[in-house]
């Protein structure tokens, strides 16, 4: 009696548990996050899931990452979720403290599931230490993946739109408009990419009292991209020598789209190498198993 009593008491216990943290999970997905551009217009950006769950846990450790012997790697934490564009949603040491909640809260879920899998298959049992190290070191890989996921996804979003700035960019120069009028007039659009967002925090920078080469080179160095560094060096030098803005511009916008058609004659170039393998492994023995599993049926039926 007192054995079934313990079982059902313990029953209910992982089912309030589970029920609690269902309802902390949806709550979570429920929240919804915005960052402030520079001109005070806000806009929607969540993170991902697991990070607004694990978020509450990061003051914790805010003391052990906010000495000074951290101070390079926060540096380089901070330059990585500007060029990401979550430094509104993600301090440096809140992004240190995912690295670590994520295998302590994460990691034992894993473990136990290798576990239970484990004395289901023989095989498995063999391999726990391995695959228990394997997710551990994914749940402390994750958090710098995602951010260097949002790094990449947000430059190319800058690629995209660049050479459409640069035409308006060159339109309005060459029609009369002073460049930071045209950066300007660039920026008054309603729907607000991440290039925007950069010439947005330009312009006020340099309403701030920021030379507009200071500006140009820091919105350079957020990004991070050769292609904007190549344009803000031009820009730059014209403007030490004197030269026309509206020509740079013209000779910078025909640079990108080339560098833009050679970026995608590689892309295509490197196709079929890329489709070598899922037509090795996948096409041909599916191809295989259509045309001779009817034959090898027969034949074992047969026989």
Known sequence: MNASVLGFSSMVLWAIAAGLFSWYALDAARQVTYVTLADGRRQERRLPLLFR?????APNFKKAFSGTSFERVRDRVDQQLTAGGVDG???????????????????PFWILLVHLLSRLNPLLSRLFIPLSLLGLLTCYAYPMLWLRSC?????????????FVLDLLTLSVEAGLDFMMALQRCTERPVIDPLTEELIRVIRETQLGTTRRDALRAMANRIGLSD????????VQADELGVSVGAILRIQSDQVRTRRFERAERLANEAPVKLLGPLL???FPAVFLILLGPVFYQMMHTI
């Open 228 to 235: 904007v560094r190549a344009i803000v060096n031009a820009l």
């Open 151 to 163: 790094v990449r996804i947000r430059q190319a979003k800058i690629l995209r739109a660049l050479p």
């Open 281 to 283: 492994f996948f096409i």
């Open 53 to 57: 769950m694990l978020l509450p846990l």
């Open 89 to 107: 949603l993600l301090s440096n040491w809140e992004f240190l403290s995912m690295k670590v909640l994520f295998p302590l809260c994460i990691g």
